[in-house]
């Protein structure tokens, strides 16, 4: 019986420890602020104050899908907390186990597409909690009341990521009119490639990635398969994936057992159908080339990407570089030779540069010293003559800087969800443009011939381009479905990227005319274009990467090509899927009278930060040091009782044990960690365990001093309690520099 608690504890810990990495870690506190709950019978709201307006549009998102949300599968969305991180830049969603929640961090991402960030997120990790409701049922439920959630995490092992997250892609798709999986760049890499369905090599390559080449990852495989899964077997497999491996967990391979019962395939065989069909499907289209001259050859054996290439001569450009080799860099490209040269390093690149009058500008991506949780969009500049990077200092929320003549503006993004398009004219005092309420902002440009600010925002009616100014925003396009990105302006004209088409391409938009224009054709995609004497600089994609071209433009606009406004694109490269029968959140608006409802009837209550850093999630059957197993993967089992505590606000971890072994005897260990104030504190405590001491000497009847002769066995404790500060540290450079100007200093 020992061995066999052994044998489950240890299958437990190694779960936790690999696949439930993504689980079971400290995902890092937020700064010291005020929280609140609000609580229905399906989910738990935790969220700062200063977003409770967020909060209750999420809450109402959620709620509009929940009927519809388990499409495909037996069971619904299992009653879960959502806990919501509104100062990280870095927008992302996750759900995890131990504890169980929905981590929601709340900007919206800076590469968006038509379909507004809050909704997307509940139709993608809501599906999640239906996912794992599911895997948590027959032997896995059983093991959950032995090892409370920790035994839950045993039943990610019978549904492989690629499927958990492709079912989830598949979710937010259907839930909307022009989803995630249906854009032209979902499927880009593959269609770039050629060939994936019939490389007979192992395809271990295309599911777990490479360090050398460049492998789409489990989003776009995951999504592409279960797409596939679903037209061929008119249902989701998953269901039945998830119902078997739930009762059989101990057949280990029971994704493929599960194929192969029910449907007679297996994941290798599926994975060469999904992409001989789509291979097909691409084969019958049209063949077209890059109507874009590439301007410098790309790096052969080493996947590059150039993003948004800069104009500094006739025969030079300024181009941010990333590849395998190196971090992020500026480079100087000259287009007659291809030669290459360094100017600066950058960290992680959040939104694009702009130049004017020798000096470019843009935002990086930057940790707090202190706090996981708040990652800030950090202003930056370079002077071209001496290529050293600065820092603007407190500009740390700050988007799209866009720079022109004496004109500066960026967008400033609060955590409460708002906008604000800040303009900054020479030494002058700043205008600030509010945006509306429940819009998000994903371009800024300036057009010196209209002289006239323009954004690039996404609503419910999906995206559009608008003029701001102290009277508001002022629409140019109207809503449609259809991503849109990196906005510029000049001449009269502005300049982004559109998939109207079907594809790709890079469009413009005639202020005299009112007309919409499509610059380019692409085999495979042209982004990011940005107007230059002649012509438009852009980045085109093949196998290697996003390589720098440019397109001519004639004088008279006689190359460009007509749009006609549409609500949604063409649908070129995708071949058809049934439609699921659910809510599309395209339609569902959030209104006042909706927020006050809603208000009503599920208020929000003060969330106490001290009762609830206790919250025990997990016990084993054994005695064993889950800190020791996550940071060190060092695993030490011995008879006993295991009780585990992690709070949901991450700030606050436990454990308590006790233990037995026959060389020690019994021991209690307590250890607690807190990270909540940015100081961390860690608690570590034992007592009991037959350790051999030596006593003191004492003395006799007469006097003499006794020694003993031979250590005795006795029990003993031990408290420590330690204060670090774990400061985050990245290599930066300052400067004096307050506010952004365009002169120099």
């Known amino acids: 019986m020992r061995r066999l608690l052994l044998l489950l504890a240890l299958l437990c810990a ?4 690999e696949r439930a990495a993504a689980q ?26 200063t977003v409770a307006g967020i909060a209750r549009r999420t809450l109402f998102y959620i709620r509009s899908v929940r009927p519809d949300i388990g499409y495909g599968f037996r069971h619904g969305p299992m009653r879960i907390p959502f806990v919501m991180h509104p100062e990280n830049f870095q927008s992302n969603g996750l759900v995890m186990y131990l504890p169980k929640r929905v981590e929601f961090l709340t900007s919206p991402a800076v590469d968006s597409y038509s379909m507004p960030w809050y909704k997307q997120f509940v139709a993608h990790e809501y599906r999640h909690a239906v996912q794992y409701n599911n895997l948590d049922r027959g032997v896995i439920r059983a093991l959950s009341y032995v090892l409370g959630q920790q035994g839950s995490t045993i039943g990610l092992l019978c549904m492989p990521i690629w499927a958990m997250e492709g079912d989830a892609v598949m979710s937010e798709t259907m839930h909307s009119s022009f989803g995630r999986g249906l854009q032209p760049s979902f499927s880009m890499a593959y269609r770039a490639m050629g060939s994936v369905g019939r490389d007979r090599r192992n395809i271990d390559k295309w599911f777990c990635g490479s360090y050398r080449d460049y492998i789409p ?12 899964a679903y037209a061929r077997y008119d249902e989701n497999v998953w269901d039945r994936v998830a119902w078997f491996g739930s009762r059989n967990p101990y057949m280990l391979a029971t994704t493929r057992i599960a194929l192969e019962k029910y449907y007679g395939t297996n994941v290798r065989k599926l994975f060469r159908e999904t992409f001989d069909a789509l291979e097909c499907h691409w084969d019958s289209l049209p063949r077209t080339g890059d109507s874009a001259a590439p301007l410098v050859a790309m790096p052969e054996g080493n996947y590059t990407t150039y993003q948004w290439p800069l104009p500094l001569s006739d025969t030079t450009l300024l181009v941010l570089k990333t590849d395998y080799d190196r971090p992020s860099r500026f480079v100087r490209l000259d287009t007659r030779t291809g030669a290459e040269e360094p100017v600066c390093y950058t960290g992680l690149v959040s939104t694009r540069p702009s130049m004017a009058d020798g000096r470019v500008w843009w935002t990086e991506y930057r940790r707090s010293t202190l706090f996981e949780q708040r990652v800030n969009s950090q202003l930056c500049y370079m002077d071209l003559a001496d290529g050293v990077p600065r820092t603007a200092e407190r500009q740390r ?3 799209y800087p866009t720079a022109s003549g004496e004109e500066f503006g960026w967008v400033e993004y609060n955590p409460d969800g708002r906008y604000t398009v800040v303009v900054r004219h020479g030494e002058g005092p700043e205008r600030r443009f509010e945006t509306p309420v429940r819009s998000e902002i994903h371009g800024l440009a300036w057009d010196d011939r209209t002289v006239a600010w323009y954004v690039l925002v996404t609503d419910d009616s999906g995206m559009w381009i608008g003029r701001i100014d102290s009277d508001g925003l002022h629409p140019i396009t109207e809503g449609a479905y259809i991503t849109l990105s990196n906005l510029r302006a000049g001449g009269g004209k502005l300049y982004y990227g559109s998939i109207a088409s079907g594809r790709d391409e890079a469009h413009c938009y005639d202020l005299m005319a009112r007309r919409e224009y499509r610059i380019t054709t692409s085999a495979y995609g042209s982004f990011a274009p940005a107007p230059a004497d002649g012509g438009v600089l852009l980045t085109t994609y093949d196998h290697l990467g996003y390589r720098v071209a440019e397109q001519r433009v004639a004088a008279d606009d006689s190359l ?24 599309n959140l395209d339609t569902v608006r959030y209104t006042r009278a909706d927020s006050v409802g809603q208000s009503g009837e599920f208020r929000a209550k003060r969330y106490r930060k001290v009762p609830n850093l206790v919250n025990a999630h997990s016990w084993m059957p054994v005695a064993f040091n889950p800190f020791a197993a996550v940071d060190e993967h060092v695993i030490d089992l011995n008879v006993g009782l295991t009780l585990i505590s992690q709070n949901l606000l991450s700030s606050a971890e436990a454990y308590a044990s006790y233990g037995w072994n026959r060389h020690e005897g019994s021991l209690v260990n307590l250890g607690v960690r807190y990270f909540g104030l940015g100081v961390r504190f860690d608690l570590d405590a034992s007592y009991g365990g037959n350790q051999l001491f030596y006593s003191l000497a004492g003395r006799d009847g007469q006097g003499n001093p006794v020694y003993q002769s031979r250590p005795a066995p006795d029990k003993y404790y031990s408290v420590g309690l330690s204060a670090t500060l774990p400061l985050y540290f990245q290599p930066v450079s300052y400067t004096h520099l307050t506010l952004p100007t365009t002169s120099r200093v």
Request: glycine share 4%.
């Open 217 to 228: 990852d489990h989003y776009e495989l995951g999504y592409q398969i279960c797409s596939y």
């Open 397 to 399: 929320n700050t988007l």
């Open 24 to 49: 079971y870690y400290t995902w890092g506190s937020d700064p010291p602020q005020k929280w609140s709950a609000i609580r229905t019978p399906d989910v738990r709201m935790i969220y700062p104050d």
């Open 14 to 17: 190694l779960c936790g420890a």
């Open 560 to 583: 460009l090509i007509p749009v006609t406004p549409l609500r949604l694109p063409v649908n070129l490269v995708n071949p058809p899927r049934k439609r699921w029968d659910v809510v």
